[in-house]
């Protein structure tokens, strides 16, 4: 377990929860204190020193004996789409750095393959490459097998989605409410599950996947539902950070850009398209997935523990104009 010793599943009786805070408040005192008594001496004529202070009495960051950074030792981590693209890189890469991996996709073989590659990296992967998360009843059952297996739940990642394309002359109704069911709803659904998992647990972390065109239109793309549904996920999101605060759950959401994955290959592969996407923005590559899961370790770990309610952009500049 690392970082705020009150953040965790190990802690039971109320007992051992007021003593772990009595520890972290003496720990958190004695390092304020540390800083309070940190002022700068300056000897007649010379430059302003600082006297050395003294290092952090509780690493932000655990690592291995390797050096790798552990932020999720034995945590337990629900990621949707593990079928692939950045859910895939979620899984391996939250389960490199010590969690329990419980992934989710309608993709069986893509899901399988996954979970092979966590499980060939050393990694623990369970979940279901058959559940469709707009299936609420499904989706109950799946979270439930979670916390009896693992015993219960600290971060949920909301990564899958998937959305139809047209513009407001083209897009049919059925084809609006199927792409809400699946950007939008399954988010709803999945939350609602772990919640009292969270709360049971004493705190923990949501991460939500939006998009950029939740943020700024996209032009002439035609992808209405996309925009309305992402903007949604980002309000959803301040939301649960509300909902979340009394019980030490934090929630936050991230915007992606251009990120290549399965989902964006032909789009990419189009030079026409590639140049539509990349054109605006101030970095000029394509995202990766790994690009978006490095912010959402960052954002389910103790070291974003101040953080909650915040939509954080990940577009290689493509909104800053
Ligand atoms: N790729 C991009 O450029 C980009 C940009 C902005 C936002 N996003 C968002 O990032 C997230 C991940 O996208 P990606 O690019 O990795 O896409 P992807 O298609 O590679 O992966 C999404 C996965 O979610 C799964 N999924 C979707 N709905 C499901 C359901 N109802 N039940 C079970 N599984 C379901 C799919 O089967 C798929 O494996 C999505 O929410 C997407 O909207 C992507």
């Known amino acids: 377990m690392s970082g705020d010793p009150t953040y965790g599943r190990d802690l039971g009786t109320a007992d051992e929860v007021a003593a772990a805070q009595r520890a972290a408040a003496v720990v958190r005192s004695s390092h304020e204190a540390s800083h309070r ?21 509780l690493p932000l960051v655990s690592t291995s ?9 034995d945590k337990v981590v629900l990621i949707t789409g593990t079928g692939g693209g950045q859910g895939r890189a979620a899984a391996l890469r939250f389960a490199a750095e010590g969690a329990v991996i419980v992934g989710a996709d309608v993709k069986t073989a893509g899901h399988a393959e996954t979970v092979a590659m966590v499980e060939g990296e050393g990694g623990v992967m369970t979940g279901s490459g058959t559940l469709d998360l707009t299936v609420a009843d499904d ?16 971060v949920v990642y909301n990564n899958a989605g ?7 002359a083209t897009l049919s109704l059925a084809d609006w409410t199927w792409s809400v069911d699946r950007e939008l709803t399954q988010v709803f659904s999945v939350t609602r599950a772990a919640w009292h998992h969270l709360v049971a647990r004493g ?10 065109a939740g943020v700024v239109t996209l032009g002439e793309g035609g992808g209405i539902v996309h925009a309305a549904t992402k903007a949604a996920v980002v309000a959803m ?14 929630a936050n959401s991230i915007s992606p850009g251009t990120v290549q994955t399965p989902a964006t290959q032909e ?6 398209g590639r140049e539509a996407m990349m054109g605006p923005q101030l970095i000029k590559r394509l995202g990766q997935p790994d690009d978006i899961v ?6 389910a770990s103790d070291e974003a523990s101040f953080v909650t309610g915040v939509n954080l952009v990940v577009d290689g500049g493509y909104t800053v104009r």
Do not use: C
């Open 139 to 154: 989706v109950e059952a799946w979270v439930q097998q979670a916390v009896t297996e693992h015993g219960g739940i600290d």
């Open 37 to 57: 008594h940190a002022t700068p001496t300056r000897a007649a004529g010379s430059r302003l020193s600082w006297p050395t202070l003294r290092p952090h009495a």
């Open 267 to 272: 789009m990419f592969a189009d030079p026409a």
């Open 203 to 212: 705190g923990g972390a949501i991460v939500n996947t939006a998009s950029i």
């Open 162 to 168: 998937v959305f139809k394309m047209g513009d407001i």
């Open 65 to 73: 004996a390797a050096g790798r950074s552990r932020r999720f030792e």
């Open 237 to 250: 999101t301040r939301d649960l950070a509300v909902s979340g605060a009394t019980h030490g759950i934090r």
């Open 294 to 299: 490095s912010a959402a370790l960052y954002l």
